[in-house]
């Protein structure tokens, strides 16, 4: 059994290279406002986390410098310090298409994928709702697999699986969110607090990074 384990997670270690650090807690180098008309501020504060203002009705961020498009992972800490509705609309780069993982959107509880096949977050098959506390931090990770599309956060609190085949499959919705491409954080009339986010190069596919058919 202690063999197996070990064997286990010397395979999960083997799949992630060395993180990429992409908040220097210093500064937004490597980043820019998202020009969005009624955008927020967005700052470092003094102990190193990126405070996203409430814009009017979006405030984001977009990545200066080119990011993966496959046989990635991206790792986020987040939390809604004000507001009632998405405090991470991440978008990410998938091959030549785009989407945007919404975590607390739509009031405050949907969780999602826009866009797939055309439908946004609230469409789609992936939609969740769940319950969070202002003041508290969740955890996001995302996995970009050739044919997968991995969610996670917190682990278990909401997950999706997509596998899309073409990555044609993937948009984003209309609207500002565009502006926070190739990478990007946004908010929605709310104010959140993001620290740790990091993006990791997947060396070696696990079993669950690959189409369920193969």
Same mark, same amino acid.
């Given at each position: 059994?202690?063999?197996?384990?070990?064997?286990?997670?010397?395979?999960?270690?083997?799949?992630?290279?060395?993180?990429?650090?992409?908040?220097?807690?210093?500064?937004?180098?490597?980043?820019?406002?998202?020009?969005?008309?009624?955008?927020?501020?967005?700052?470092?504060?003094?102990?190193?986390?990126?405070?996203?203002?409430?814009?009017?009705?979006?405030?984001?961020?977009? *990545?200066?410098?080119?990011?993966?498009?496959?046989?990635?992972?991206?790792?986020?800490?987040?939390?809604?310090?004000?507001?009632?509705?998405?405090?991470?609309?991440?978008?990410?780069?998938?091959?030549?298409?785009?989407?945007?993982?919404?975590?607390?959107?739509?009031?405050?509880?949907?969780?999602?994928?826009?866009?797939?096949?055309?439908?946004?977050?609230?469409?789609?098959?992936?939609?969740?709702?769940?319950?969070?506390?202002?003041?508290?931090? *969740?955890?996001?990770?995302?996995?970009?697999?050739?044919?997968?599309?991995?969610?996670?956060?917190?682990?278990?609190?909401?997950?999706?699986?997509?596998?899309?085949?073409?990555?044609?499959?993937?948009?984003?919705?209309?609207?500002?969110?565009?502006?926070?491409?190739?990478?990007?954080?946004?908010? *929605?009339?709310?104010?959140?607090?993001?620290?740790?986010?990091?993006?990791?190069?997947?060396?070696?596919?696990?079993?669950?990074?690959?189409?369920?058919?193969?």
């Amino acid at each position: 059994m202690k063999a197996l384990l070990l064997f286990a997670v010397l395979t999960a270690s083997a799949a992630l290279a060395e993180p990429l650090t992409l908040f220097n807690g210093k500064d937004l180098s490597g980043w820019r406002l998202a020009p969005i008309s009624g955008s927020g501020a967005v700052n470092v504060i003094s102990n190193g986390w990126v405070e996203c203002g409430v814009g009017n009705p979006m405030t984001g961020i977009a *990545y200066t410098n080119t990011p993966p498009t496959m046989n990635y992972e991206l790792s986020l800490e987040a939390q809604r310090a004000e507001g009632s509705d998405f405090f991470i609309a991440l978008t990410i780069p998938v091959e030549n298409s785009f989407c945007t993982v919404i975590i607390g959107g739509w009031g405050g509880e949907l969780c999602g994928l826009s866009s797939v096949d055309h439908a946004d977050a609230s469409e789609n098959q992936w939609t969740e709702g769940v319950h969070f506390e202002n003041g508290r931090w *969740y955890t996001l990770r995302v996995r970009v697999t050739p044919g997968v599309l991995q969610v996670f956060l917190n682990d278990k609190l909401y997950t999706a699986r997509v596998e899309f085949g073409d990555a044609s499959r993937l948009s984003l919705r209309a609207g500002d969110i565009d502006k926070t491409k190739p990478l990007g954080l946004a908010t *929605y009339h709310t104010r959140a607090l993001w620290r740790n986010f990091t993006l990791t190069p997947i060396t070696a596919l696990l079993p669950s990074d690959k189409p369920r058919e193969e």
